[in-house]
């Protein structure tokens, strides 16, 4: 470990044992290449900013090393996405041909289409379908429900709630409300 031209030796000395631990910690990790990377990198740091503390300097060092590992990251995705994009372009080049909108206003015509529809029979034949199924779901379901506890239940609920109206209108017929 060297001492930077002009330093003080003793400031050195307390420096390269800082260095020296941040170097144990990182083999304490099991990342020898890491400290290898921290031994080639601190003294040759250190001699350029000799003010600097050994905290500044493992944080240009962290900055460095994480810069390389970016790099490298970007430049393998790089290579990835090299990869999938022709994969995408030659699915994309499977999809059905959709034409291309030449003016937005186009659309417009569509609204003209539901005119047409409302008189087209077909379709009133399906709404007079539907109309038959659910009025035969409620007579099978009225008369499922005939002669059972739901049906006399019902009817004391319902009753209930006609008296409870009757109430609720005499009520508001009585009552005066300022304007």
Do not use: C
């Given at each position: ?82 990869q999938v994009?022709?994969?995408?372009g030659a ?29 087209d029979p ?58």
């Amino acid at each position: 470990m060297t001492t930077p031209a002009g330093a003080n030796p003793f400031n050195n000395l307390l420096w390269n044992q800082e260095a020296q631990q941040v170097y144990n910690a990182m083999e304490a990790q099991n990342d020898k290449a890491l400290a290898a990377a921290w031994l080639a990198f601190y003294p040759s740091y250190h001699a350029a900013q000799p003010s600097f503390s050994v905290a500044q300097v493992e944080q240009a060092f962290l900055d460095e090393e994480l810069a390389g590992g970016l790099s490298t990251g970007i430049a393998q995705t790089g290579n990835v996405l090299g990869q999938v994009a022709p994969a995408v372009g030659a699915a994309a080049n499977t999809l059905p041909n959709v034409p291309a909108v030449t003016n937005p206003l186009d659309y417009l015509k569509d609204i003209g289409n539901v005119f047409d529809k409302l008189t087209d029979p077909h379709l009133w034949l399906r709404v007079g379908e539907f109309i038959a199924g659910g009025l035969l779901l409620y007579l099978g379901l009225k008369s499922a429900m005939s002669g059972t506890a739901v049906a006399s239940g019902t009817r004391q609920a319902t009753s209930t709630a006609k008296k409870s109206h009757k109430l609720v209108k005499r009520v508001a017929e009585v009552a005066v409300i300022p304007k």
